[in-house]
């Protein structure tokens, strides 16, 4: 955090409630930088504490993270380059390790708004620790809300793209740590139910966004010539028949059938069998958990 941030930032640390010595090593730290402000509750729990990080913060652009997965040093540099007046959160690439120590796969982010949109169908590209939130649009959103734990970051970037673009940068900002005690672990079939919730209320937006034979396109061709450009175009592809399996609508609003793409897929037969290999990596870490 402190090879990301300026002297004009803020680090506000959210400590809920720990019972071992991370209070006396965050108030050591906090002696000694002056731009920590430290804050110690009791146990209040995830989505509280988020909100009152919000409620605490100075700057109107709050970065997550969190504190055991690793970023890199360029990471906020990279994210404040799109900061830009409709913006409402900026996401990026990211690697996902098990247990912070084997490597499962990168996964591409979908870099423009109606991709992210799109993306929110599987909820995999739109990472929530390294999110850079624009808060006067997360006000505006409601904030993270209780009644959408434990899918509360899904909820909240639902109800933010109707006040502002979600984008990402196309580059890997951050390695994501999977673990066996997380709360996306230990709340996987809780999450998935509110999840269904917040998917239907997305459909009527994402129906204007995919029903357009040019917007599809459009999307697909926009990775041309960015890193890891082949899977970006196969999980559009994925999201794509996400959405059409989800609502049963084939064709877009004068009757034309979507944009076929499976002949682009047999020519990567690589990447496809590299990314159901991730796939089936973190089901069966799930699984043992």
């Not at 110690?40 to 997965?69: C, M, P």
């Not at 609003?253 to 990596?281: A, R």
Request: net charge positive.
């Amino acid at each position: 955090m402190v090879s990301n941030s300026l002297s004009i930032d803020e680090i506000l640390i959210i400590n809920d409630g720990s019972t071992d010595k991370t209070l006396k090593l965050l108030e050591f730290w906090a002696s000694r930088e002056p731009r920590i402000k430290l804050i110690s509750t009791e146990g209040i729990g995830l989505v509280q504490s988020l909100n009152l990080g919000f409620s605490e913060s100075k700057n109107n652009w709050i970065a997550r993270f969190d504190a055991d997965d690793r970023y890199e040093i360029n990471r906020l540099q990279k994210q404040r380059e799109l900061i830009g007046g409709n913006v409402s959160v900026i996401f990026a690439d990211y690697s996902m390790y098990l247990n912070g120590k084997k490597f499962a796969g990168t996964i591409p982010s979908p870099v423009n708004h109606d991709a992210t949109l799109l993306s929110l169908l599987n909820s995999q590209q739109t990472a929530h620790p390294v999110s850079l939130i624009n808060k006067e649009k997360f006000i505006v959103s409601g904030g993270y809300r209780e009644s959408e734990f434990p899918a509360e970051d899904l909820g909240l970037w639902a109800r933010m793209s109707r006040h502002g673009q979600l984008i990402s940068s196309p580059e890997n900002l951050f390695s994501y740590s999977l673990s066996k005690t997380s709360v996306s672990a230990v709340r996987r079939k809780q999450a998935l139910q509110k999840k269904e919730e917040i998917v239907q209320s997305l459909l009527p937006d994402l129906k204007k966004i995919v029903c357009s034979q040019s917007t599809t396109l459009s999307i697909f061709n926009s990775y041309s010539g960015l890193p890891l450009e082949a899977e970006r175009k196969i999980l559009f592809i994925r999201n794509l028949r996400s959405f059409k399996n989800t609502t049963g609508i084939k064709t877009d609003e004068e009757g034309k059938k979507f944009p076929n793409f499976y002949s682009y897929l047999i020519f990567h037969p690589f990447k496809i069998l590299s990314f159901l290999l991730f796939q089936i990596k973190r089901k069966n870490f799930r699984k043992a958990t």
